[in-house]
């Protein structure tokens, strides 16, 4: 088989892996602004919002990673139904684990 033949197939195997943001790009994009860059959500977004302290250990027993992913594909609203959390769209499901557990290294 022509080796040139599968130079085209080769790439779109690699390409996820080449085109996928890394775990603090995600972060920074999608989360800093409301989270803090520490996770402690005292940004002027977070304290608006009233963002929970993402490195209070009490707080991260009270979610389980699978509801982190829910919060990320489908965003948060408040008892009063106010949307206090946009979902993040065209994140693949390994930027979400990656950022799922880069919350949890938030943890104090």
Not at 11 to 35: G, K, Y
Not at 57 to 66: G, L, R, S, V
Not at 72 to 94: A, C, F, R
């Amino acid at each position: 088989m022509n080796i040139r033949a599968l130079l085209p197939f080769a790439a779109l195997a690699i390409a996820p892996c080449v085109f996928a943001a890394d775990v603090a790009a995600n972060w920074e994009n999608h989360c800093v602004s409301c989270h803090g860059a520490d996770g402690k959500g005292e940004t002027k977004m977070g304290k608006k919002l009233k963002i929970r302290d993402l490195t209070d250990a009490a707080y991260q027993a009270k979610f389980t990673d699978a509801d982190i992913v829910k919060a990320i594909k489908e965003g948060v609203k408040s008892e009063t139904g106010k949307t206090t959390m946009k979902p993040i769209e065209g994140l693949t499901d390994d930027e979400i684990n990656a950022l799922v557990a880069h919350v949890r290294t938030l943890k104090k």
